[in-house]
């Protein structure tokens, strides 16, 4: 079982910044264990956003690449979204995930649906 909260989310003009937190608790210290970020906006799908492995191998959703960079504090067992230079189209409720898999990918975690995710933070983008 893993928990997760999430929190930093807000609002913030165009070309802003904002960091997601995302307390992780449980079963963490698994080597399979796949972190991610996932987001949807109002009559949109789901997608997902970065992902990252235990081993610190991390990989984007083609939108986001140089913009966001996630990352994970294994001694504060906190993962993190950096979000730079925001665009109005990345408004969307932004939302924690993990999963247990043995080939730890953003496409692999979207595909198979996320085990376990948090309850949500907004992230709202004005210009």
């Known amino acids: 079982q893993v928990q997760l909260v999430e929190s930093g989310g807000g609002s913030v003009q165009v070309g802003g910044s904002l960091r997601l937190s995302c307390a992780v608790s449980?079963?963490?210290?698994?080597?399979?264990?796949?972190m991610g970020w996932f987001r949807q906006a109002p009559g949109k799908e789901r997608e997902g956003v970065a992902a990252i492995a235990s081993d610190g191998s991390t990989s984007y959703e083609g939108s986001v690449k140089g913009r966001f960079t996630i990352s994970q504090d294994n001694a504060k067992n906190t993962l993190y979204l950096q979000m730079n230079s925001l665009k109005p189209e990345d408004t969307a409720m932004y939302y924690c995930?993990?999963?247990?898999?043995?080939?730890?990918?953003?496409?692999?975690?979207?595909?198979?649906?996320?085990?376990?995710r948090g309850q949500g933070t907004q992230v709202t983008v004005s210009s």
């Open positions: 995930a993990a999963d247990f898999l043995v080939w730890c990918q953003l496409a692999t975690m979207t595909s198979s649906s996320p085990k376990y």
């Open positions: 449980g079963d963490t210290y698994s080597s399979s264990l796949c």
